[in-house]
């Protein structure tokens, strides 16, 4: 379920406290860190930010490094940001252990930060937005394994190993295995959270197994990817990922993906930098706000399929309900 406001912790004295930025009704700066510029999800998070800084006519900074999930050039834009010093931070860790002393020289700077999606293993931040990551992945996966009947053999494409996000979503998915006895996963490997990898990674185990009928992927690039794969090697299996980025939906509707479990990517991103402009202003903020998870398949997909250029942010009191 949503967390209520009841149950959310706000933490506006912490933000009044920890931070002293000039209060501001609007022209705040924002800087938005992600992790590579090869996952739509990503993609759908910066643009998310930018919707909602125009709605509260806010200018946003994008720091995004050439290679994906490198945290030596993530450092390196840390040290950056804190030289331009804007007026908060919305932040997506590459890796959450290694970024810690980065997140901890923003602290030291004084500059308020957000953590999104992944979660930072230190440091201060004003609060969390995200999804549910291990619950979103056990509903993902009970769907996949019912849908074979509860029987078979399946394929687990992880994501960046070390990454938050993939442990939980991997847990997510081995949680709902060990619900059923009869269905056998036959490997685990990394896809590092992208479409090429995860197909070449889908071949070569297409290659080993002969009977495979399903694959769990933990996030939808990767699903696609493995959908490549099967296609090249004229296989069936059912195949779920996670997010619900625009591109699954479709292959959703048209019958070729099973489902995607919505991490609510294009939301996240709004509330975000909400938050973060808040923060500046000093209203309340959640410490932590999770999306619910849902499953979506051929049942449900209708209005999921808009391209996220094209959505409107909530407004945060309807969202915070």
């Given amino acids: 379920m949503k967390i209520k406001p009841a149950r959310m912790l706000l933490a506006a004295a912490a933000v009044g406290c920890a931070f002293a930025p000039a209060a501001q009704a609007d022209g705040e700066k924002i800087a938005v860190f ?4 090869t996952n739509p999800y990503f993609h759908t998070i910066r643009v998310a930010s930018d919707t909602a800084a125009k709605q509260m006519k806010a200018t946003v900074i994008q720091y995004v490094p050439t290679k994906p999930d490198n945290i030596p050039e993530q450092m390196s834009q840390i040290e950056d940001v804190i030289t331009k010093k804007p007026d908060a931070i919305v932040f997506i860790p590459v890796d959450s252990r290694a970024m810690v002393p980065g997140v901890e020289k923003i602290n030291a700077a004084g500059i308020p930060v957000v953590n999104s999606t992944d979660r930072s293993f230190g440091g201060n931040f004003v609060g969390f937005i995200g999804g549910d990551d291990l619950n979103l992945a056990l509903a993902t996966g009970r769907h996949l394994l ?3 009947g509860g ?5 687990l494409i ?5 990454s938050n996000v993939s442990a939980q979503r991997v847990d997510g998915y081995k949680k709902a295995l060990a619900e059923f006895p009869n269905v056998k996963l036959l490997a685990a490997q990394p896809g590092n959270f992208q479409r090429l990898v995860a197909l070449q990674v889908t071949e070569n185990l297409l290659q080993s197994f002969p009977q495979v009928d399903g694959i769990m992927a933990a996030n939808d690039a990767m699903a696609l990817g493995a959908l490549e794969a099967l296609d090249g090697a004229k296989r069936k299996a059912l195949v779920v990922g996670l997010n619900g980025d625009k591109e699954a939906v479709e292959s959703v509707k048209a019958g070729r993906m099973l489902a995607t479990g919505d991490y609510n990517t294009f939301k996240v991103g709004c509330i975000g930098m909400m938050a973060a402009i808040r923060a500046v202003r000093k209203l309340p903020v959640p410490k932590e706000y999770l999306f619910p998870p849902e499953v979506v398949d051929k049942t449900n997909w209708q209005g999921k399929d808009l391209p996220v250029e094209q959505r409107p942010c909530p407004t945060w009191e309807a969202q915070m309900k």
């Fill in 146 to 148: 019912k849908a074979m």
């Fill in 158 to 162: 992880e994501g960046v190993r070390g």
């Fill in 151 to 155: 029987k078979g053999n399946v394929i």
């Fill in 34 to 37: 992600t992790k590579n510029q």
